[in-house]
């Protein structure tokens, strides 16, 4: 097979852009993991009555970093 | 001593966007049974502008960003790239958020803590009894501090324990007056 073929420049940029996306995308879904998990225990070390919201919001980063992961894997 | 007896029937109130907390309804772990929480003070919301700042910037970078990606990327990248790009930035907005909200410090009717929050992965919790304080010091200076009432408050404490110090908060000389109240309170029990 002929890889110059088969890899135009075209190609080549969409494979690298896909890569880098699917990367970024695991690097920020640990990011919120770790971010979600210390809010957590932060929660629990002093507790306000914003806990809820503050835990909502934490998971709902969890999610976005899901989301754009398998964005990433569909590009 | 009339300023204890005032501290002690204060109502519970909100002040300076939650940065100066009298009675606020917060636990913290290991709190004793008769423990009462009096005040909790953070960072001032004006130390905070900074990243506000920044997070602003970087949306405008990356509206304006919108403008150049279409001549060498999809569609679909495209809305990738932006939805990164909104994700990342709220990202650094609620990383800072939490470490504002989470650094905190408590006074108590026995104790002072000291929460510290730091690159959100790194935590410290330092304990300070009443009794085993030796002095507070408040410090503020320089124009905004001035303006809007924040400075340092530094508490020593004996031996070798750990020293405690709320940086940034609001209204340091009250917080300093509360706590030699409190001292005061502790030492002759009236």
Redesign the interface.
């Given at each position: 097979m002929d890889l110059n073929s088969y890899f135009n420049n075209k190609e080549l940029?969409?494979l690298f852009?896909k890569a880098f996306?699917v990367v970024?995308?695991i690097i920020?879904l640990l990011?919120?993991i770790?971010?979600a998990k210390?809010?957590d225990?932060?929660t629990?070390?002093?507790?306000?009555?914003k806990k809820p919201l503050?835990i909502l919001?934490?998971l709902g980063?969890v999610g976005?970093?899901v989301?754009?992961l398998i964005?990433?894997l569909l590009? | 001593m009339e300023t204890v007896e005032k501290i002690e029937t204060l109502p519970s109130s909100y002040q300076v966007l939650h940065s100066f907390n009298i009675r606020p309804k917060l636990r913290f772990e290991a709190q004793g049974d008769n423990e009462e929480v009096i005040l909790v003070v953070r960072a001032h919301p004006i130390t905070q502008i900074p990243w506000l700042l920044n997070g602003l910037i970087f949306i405008v970078f990356f509206y304006y960003l919108n403008f150049f990606l279409p001549s060498f990327l999809n569609l679909g990248q495209i809305i990738f790239v932006n939805l990164f790009a909104l994700a990342t930035i709220f990202a650094y907005i609620w990383f800072n958020f939490l470490s504002w909200y989470f650094n905190v410090g408590i006074i108590t009717n026995q104790r002072v803590v000291d929460v510290d929050l730091q690159a959100v992965v790194y935590r410290e919790v330092t304990y300070t009894n009443i009794n085993k304080i030796e002095d507070v010091t408040s410090k503020g200076g320089g124009f905004l501090a001035s303006m809007f009432n924040f400075g340092n408050v530094f508490i020593q404490t004996a031996g070798t324990e750990v020293n405690v110090e709320f940086m940034n908060i609001p209204k340091p000389s009250e917080v300093s007056r509360i706590i030699n109240n409190l001292i005061y309170v502790k030492k002759n029990g009236s």
């Open positions: 940029l969409n852009i996306a970024f995308s920020y990011f919120s770790v971010l210390q809010a225990i932060m629990k070390t002093v507790d306000t009555s503050i919001i934490s980063q976005l970093g989301g754009l964005y990433s590009l | -």
